[in-house]
């Protein structure tokens, strides 16, 4: 099982804003590419996948965002934006958590919006040791 999540900037991802998302994420995580390049994942220190980030998709189409994931998550959106994707593994909270800190750190340098709005009430976890 996993938390999935779903980033919404306002301006195209790049390898800087991800990056820096990733290390406010969570600091003392590795990272390592998957699926022949198509994923970036965020790793504990023993290797395991906690946190895997899918390619950026630019959305031209109005109405795409209200389809898939309801009228609230659309409110104030116009095209173009772009979609990412982000799966924490597990259903503990702090995979949870972890998917959050990226996605909010994403949207702050970006503009845009984070689908589900927030973690779970209880989440905490990998990363965020350092008081994030």
Do not use: K, N
Not at 54 to 74: F, W, Y
Not at 118 to 131: I, K, L, S, T, V
Request: glycine residues 12%.
């Amino acid at each position: 099982m996993t938390y999935d999540l779903v980033v919404l900037t306002r301006r195209a991802p790049d390898v800087r804003a991800i990056v820096d998302s990733m290390v406010e994420a969570g600091e003392t995580l590795r990272v390592r590419g998957a699926g022949d390049g198509a994923l970036i994942q965020l790793c504990d220190e023993e290797g395991r996948p906690l946190l895997s980030i899918e390619a950026a998709q630019r959305v031209d189409v109005e109405g795409e965002v209200e389809r898939l994931l309801g009228a609230e998550a659309a409110a104030g959106l116009s095209v173009p934006y772009w979609w990412v994707e982000a799966r924490a593994t597990g259903s503990e909270p702090a995979g949870a958590a972890l998917a959050h800190r990226f996605a909010e750190a994403m949207v702050e340098r970006l503009g845009g919006r984070v689908w589900p709005p927030g973690p779970p009430p209880q989440a905490a976890g990998p990363g965020a040791e350092d008081g994030r």
